[in-house]
């Protein structure tokens, strides 16, 4: 049975994301990189900014105007070269970092992409490469090298976030919920209404989304989907369910919140640091650090404590766990709950490296699926495994096949696994689905 419910997830989530992508994509407010020339706090105007798509085609290009704003619109979503015209600075301005070229900015799909050129007056290097060295700009082939295999360890930290939660709930209550994306989403939509809209600090901003994503999370089980429990509803019944349910709350946050990718008010662009041969903004680096901090906690928790032994009971056998005396409701919901903290964290960090848009978390969705599915249903660290590897394909394979079709390549990849090691790389044969 589990077996034909996992063969029937699989085909549900093709025909779900196929309508879903051609359907929502029609909302999206188009794609651009844009940013805000300043030095020393006064704008600087009159500096040409070109764009290029990664096989050198032009995107676009435009002059900072007297605010010190350009913007160039792209053709859709991608990886662009973006390149200042250090020619066109005026007179006693330079860039601190020594990088006019920016070999790989990525743009999502509707996402109004910021992008730094820090200045200050001429000759002063802050981080990057001194002057005088032979280095143009950060184009080299190892320079992009390394911005995607750290974009990749970052990327996949946050599928990791999600796909941990969504893993522990189909380990506890067997279910496939398509609308863990919306948890995602509401992670970040949140923590927007707190930062722009009423104007708290964003670190704030995103312990308060976290709180109340784990509340929702709780709320969730003991007000839905535990009484469907309570009422033997099948697997299959459930799992459609949680599709209509993602479509239902992903048209909610469209009505309210718009189809374009907005940004935060705080750390909204940051001029990167070198460590070696990275180029990595503090808040990305802090995200990061956050992420680690909350992945090892809770696996440790998963194998060091009672609450997670009697998880892991539960995921074995929900039966002997309850006639061992274990609440396995309460298992259940403490569940729910870390994966709604988990998800609206991911959407937090998913909102500072992108952007926030109300199909966010759907747009994150099968890579989510992708990741659980192949380091093993229902296992953790086979979630955190997956994830990497699919965060690391996803960037990196963009050295040899075009942008458009790295989502594609991560999918082959998890197809020719899946083909040799069917139930995941940490899965165990006897609990498939």
């Known amino acids: 049975m589990r077996r034909a419910v996992i063969m029937l997830t699989a085909f549900l989530a093709c025909l779900m994301l196929s309508f879903g992508l051609g359907a929502t994509s ?59 015209d250090v020619a066109s600075l005026p007179s006693g301005v330079g860039l ?12 999502a799909e509707g996402q109004l992409r910021n992008v730094l050129f820090p200045l200050g007056p001429a000759g002063t290097t802050i981080g990057g490469n001194q002057p005088g060295t032979n280095d143009s700009g950060g184009g080299s082939s190892f320079d992009r090298f390394a911005d995607l295999l750290y974009s990749g360890l970052h990327f996949s930290l946050i599928i990791a976030l999600a796909a941990l939660g969504i ?7 067997g279910l496939t919920n398509f609308a863990h994306g919306e948890m995602v989403t509401f992670g970040g939509l949140v923590t927007f209404l707190f930062n722009v809209t009423i104007g708290m600090p964003l670190v704030l901003s995103g312990i308060i989304s976290v709180a109340i994503g784990a509340a929702m999370g709780y709320f969730q089980d003991r007000a839905f989907w535990g009484w469907l429990r309570k009422r033997r509803t099948n697997l299959v019944t459930t799992m459609i369910i949680s599709i209509g349910l993602s479509l239902l709350v992903r048209y909610v946050f469209l009505y309210f919140f718009g189809g374009e990718s907005r940004n935060f008010a705080d750390y909204n662009a940051q001029a990167g640091v070198q460590y070696g041969p990275f180029l990595i903004a503090p808040k990305n680096l802090i995200a990061d650090g956050v992420a680690l901090v909350v992945l090892a906690a809770v ?29 396995v409701d309460r298992i259940i919901r403490l569940v729910w709950t870390i994966g709604g903290g988990l998800a609206a964290l991911s959407g ?19 890579l989510i699926f992708a990741a659980v599915t192949l380091g093993g249903f229902g296992t953790a660290w086979g979630a955190l495994l997956g994830s990497l590897v699919i965060g690391l394909f996803i960037q990196i394979s963009t050295l040899w096949i075009p942008t458009e079709l790295k989502t594609v390549g991560a999918l082959a990849v998890l197809i020719v696994i899946l083909l040799f090691r069917p139930q995941g790389i940490l899965g165990r044969r006897a609990r498939i689905g």
């Open 348 to 366: 937090v960090i998913l909102g500072a490296f992108q952007g926030v848009g109300y199909q966010m978390g759907f747009q994150i969705l099968l």
């Open 167 to 173: 893993s522990l709930i189909f380990g506890t209550t």
């Open 299 to 327: 696996s440790f928790a998963l194998v060091g404590t009672r609450l997670g032994k009697a998880t892991r009971a539960v995921a074995d056998n929900p039966a002997l766990a309850a006639a061992s005396g274990i609440n």
């Open 96 to 107: 601190t970092n020594n990088r006019p070229v920016l070999p790989t900015v990525t743009v």
């Open 26 to 84: 029609a909302w999206a407010e188009g794609e651009a990189l844009q940013g805000t020339l300043t030095n020393n706090g006064a704008p600087v105007a009159g500096v040409k900014i070109k764009a290029s798509t990664q096989d050198g085609a032009p995107a676009g290009e435009n002059t900072s105007d007297e605010q010190g704003k350009w913007s160039i619109p792209v053709t859709g979503p991608g990886t662009y070269k973006v390149e200042l």
